[in-house]
């Protein structure tokens, strides 16, 4: 592979720096949320089912590895080791961004390990929203994929001083929509979405976004790490956390698959999460950091606790299924009720 491509370069770039920047604690929010336990739970911890489905297709936990990587072979190997593990744990496992094989083909494998891996799992094809219907129905195709998302990062792009400076997406987004036969994910990047931004996705056809909000991965802070010219992490401030965009989803929670990520560092954060409204939680820095620090064995064992976590916390609340989890009740504190009030949100 072409080793002084600078896109390669980049996606390289970016596995170390979000390792770098990587810490156990999280800006997600989920501190300002209370779950409230049940003192008569009327269950037994075995008859608790993390089954739940995910666009159409039933998963094993209500949890997946979000988009990290692909092009270089680093990048191979590590999706080699994350599809691995999604199959042994049942879980969706999501490609980076493909962008780099439609300009290099030869970069292919790095993203075909994904599937050959997990024959038969949950697969994810991701391009950027200015792919045009042809490469994303190519990115599905390579990966015989089960979904495609198509990320929004102009916060990012800013950040760089080679990124992009268009963004008029929406008009490409319909076209892939129409033109797509697996379910499209629209997501974020780490910065969060507004109910206005949900509104404009619903208008041109699209009905499951990944709100992928701000408290984990920081891209302004990678992009800025990269960009010798200026500081540009102060844009993260214009974030919404992942809290906040599920609390600007609450209108579209009846109409669309509201999946949700950003910095997901315990069981706790994906209850709550799920509570707030996701169907399922994604999690690209967490994943990354025990493949980056530890071996894939260690790394399983530390997903399973992590899933055998969720059982006990759906004991505690009083939750069979992940639809149960929906009715625990739920207390904010003053700064996201004035969040909401303040965002006209009921
Ligand atoms: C990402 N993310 C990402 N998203 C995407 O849609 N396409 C991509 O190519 C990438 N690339 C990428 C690289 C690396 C190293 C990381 C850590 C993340 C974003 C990711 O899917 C997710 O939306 C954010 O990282 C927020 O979640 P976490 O990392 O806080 O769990």
Redesign the pocket.
């Known amino acids: 592979m072409p080793k002084q491509d600078p896109q390669m370069q980049r996606k390289v770039e970016?596995?170390f720096l979000?390792e770098k920047f990587f810490t156990e604690e999280s800006l997600a929010d989920f501190d300002k949320v209370r779950l409230l336990h049940s003192a008569l739970p009327e269950l037994n911890l075995t008859d608790i089912d993390l089954k739940t489905d995910f666009l159409g297709t039933q998963i094993d936990a209500p949890i997946y590895f979000?988009?990290?990587?692909g092009g270089s072979k680093q990048s191979k190997e590590f999706n080699s080791e994350l599809s691995q593990l999604a199959k042994k744990l049942g879980i969706p496992v999501?490609s980076?961004?493909m962008g780099v094989f439609f300009r290099l083909p030869e970069t292919k494998e790095s993203f075909t390990t994904l599937r050959e891996n997990n024959p038969t799992g949950f697969v994810i094809a991701?391009v950027s929203a200015k792919a045009n219907a042809k490469q994303a129905k190519q990115a599905v195709d390579l990966l015989k994929a089960d979904a495609l998302?198509i990320?929004l990062n102009a916060i990012q792009e800013l950040a760089m001083p080679e990124g992009d400076q268009e963004f008029y997406w929406l008009h490409n987004i319909k076209q892939i929509v129409e033109q797509v036969d697996v379910p499209v994910i629209v997501?974020?990047?780490?910065f969060g979405m507004s109910q206005v931004d949900l509104d404009k996705l619903w208008r041109v056809g699209v009905r499951n976004v990944?709100i992928?909000g701000f408290?984990?991965?920081d891209f302004a802070k990678i992009e800025s790490q990269r960009n010798h010219e200026a500081d540009l992490t102060y844009l993260d401030q214009l974030s919404l956390s992942i809290v906040e965009s599920l609390i600007e989803s609450k209108l579209y929670q009846d109409r669309m698959t509201i999946l949700a990520?950003?910095?997901?560092r315990t069981p706790m954060d994906v209850i709550k999460a799920i509570r707030l409204g996701a169907s399922s939680v994604?999690?690209?820095?967490?994943v990354?950091h025990h493949l980056q620090k530890s071996s894939l064995e260690e790394t399983e064992v530390f997903f399973r606790e992590f899933i055998k976590q969720l059982r006990l916390i759906m004991a505690s609340i009083g939750a069979k299924s992940i639809a149960d989890i929906k009715k625990a009740p739920i207390v904010f504190d003053e700064s996201l009720i004035s969040y909401a009030k303040q965002r006209k949100i009921k």
């Open positions: 970016h596995l979000a979000n988009a990290i990587t999501s980076g961004s991701n998302q990320h997501k974020e990047v780490g990944d992928s408290g984990g991965t990520s950003g910095g997901i994604g999690m690209s820095g967490l990354l």
